[in-house]
């Protein structure tokens, strides 16, 4: 291994670099993926809070959450706030949607241009038991002769 090392510098290195830039636009579409989903329960509570206070009387008394601070309105007020709430969310939405596809083709040409191939761990699992396999029944003793 100090031989490679010394040897082929410069392969080792750039492997390593290749696989943590891959490594980190691989995290960069995770934190995509969860931040569309932590919008998308927003979202979805907007959407429970318009439905429970749109049949009322819109005279009605209803309180929001504006920075930390509980405050009393109408109906009537906190609708529209809400229902723009909910349209700027979705917008976002989409907006990392396109971000999300982008990175996706991204890695996609990042893959195909360093030939990189993704094993899923039932391939390394059955890797491994070839070779456990072809091992198994072999037992070596001392040289004693």
């Given at each position: 291994?100090?031989?490679?090392?010394e040897?082929?510098?410069?392969?080792?290195?750039?492997?390593?670099?290749v696989?943590?830039?891959?490594g980190?636009?691989?995290?960069e579409?995770?934190?995509?993926?969860?931040?569309?989903?932590?919008?998308?329960i927003?979202?979805?509570?907007?959407?429970?809070?318009?439905n429970?206070?749109?049949p009322?009387d819109?005279?009605?008394?209803?309180y929001?959450?504006?920075?930390?601070?509980?405050v009393?309105r109408?109906?009537?007020?906190?609708?529209?706030?809400?229902?723009?709430?909910?349209?700027?969310?979705?917008?976002?939405?989409?907006?990392?949607h396109?971000?999300?596809?982008?990175?996706?083709?991204?890695?996609?040409?990042?893959?195909?241009?360093?030939?990189?191939?993704?094993?899923?761990?039932?391939e390394?699992?059955?890797?491994?038991?070839?070779?456990?396999?072809?091992?198994?029944?072999?037992?070596?003793?001392?040289?004693?002769?």
């Amino acid at each position: 291994m100090a031989g490679q090392a010394e040897g082929g510098g410069k392969e080792p290195i750039n492997e390593q670099a290749v696989a943590n830039i891959y490594g980190s636009m691989r995290s960069e579409i995770n934190q995509i993926y969860s931040k569309i989903t932590e919008l998308e329960i927003e979202v979805s509570e907007h959407s429970l809070v318009i439905n429970a206070i749109q049949p009322l009387d819109p005279s009605r008394k209803c309180y929001r959450m504006i920075g930390g601070v509980l405050v009393e309105r109408t109906i009537k007020e906190v609708m529209p706030a809400v229902q723009r709430n909910k349209e700027g969310l979705e917008e976002v939405i989409a907006r990392l949607h396109e971000a999300l596809d982008k990175k996706k083709k991204e890695i996609v040409d990042f893959e195909a241009k360093y030939k990189i191939r993704i094993r899923k761990a039932d391939e390394v699992n059955d890797e491994n038991s070839r070779k456990e396999g072809s091992a198994q029944g072999v037992l070596v003793g001392p040289a004693n002769e």
